[in-house]
């Protein structure tokens, strides 16, 4: 059975930092990828990275402040978030799929996500 855990969510004021973590079991995956979705809004691309780690990307929103990267030894991958705003409130989502990508179909498996809030 495959399964996406994630941890590492709270609750936090502006300009803080918080490190999510995504531990994967069942199988491995060429790529890992981080969504959010906020209330009322569609789930939207945060990071994904690549087995090596050598190819990461970057939503525009986040680019400078996140950062993503795995432990392939753990099946982990996880989401550093420094300098959090109140707009990156949300239920941050891992996902797993065989290539690095900005978009919400290339992913196979979700997990079942972790809510972020940031207080201003």
């Known amino acids: 059975q495959v399964q996406l855990v994630e941890s590492g969510g709270g609750v936090v004021q502006a300009g803080d930092s918080l490190r999510l973590s995504c531990a994967a079991s069942?199988?491995?995956?060429?790529?890992m990828g981080w969504f959010r979705q906020a209330p009322g809004k569609e789930r939207e691309f945060v990071a994904s990275?690549?087995?090596?780690?050598?190819?990461?990307y970057y939503s525009g929103s986040v680019k400078g402040r996140f950062t993503i990267s795995r432990d392939n030894a753990k099946n982990t991958v996880y989401l550093q978030m420094n300098s959090l705003k109140p707009e990156d409130t949300a239920t941050y989502y891992c996902a797993g799929g065989s290539r690095p990508s900005y978009y919400y179909s290339s992913y196979d498996y979700w997990g079942q996500g972790t809510q972020v809030t940031v207080s201003s």
């Open positions: 069942g199988r491995t995956f060429n790529a």
């Open positions: 990275i690549s087995w090596s780690g050598s190819t990461t």
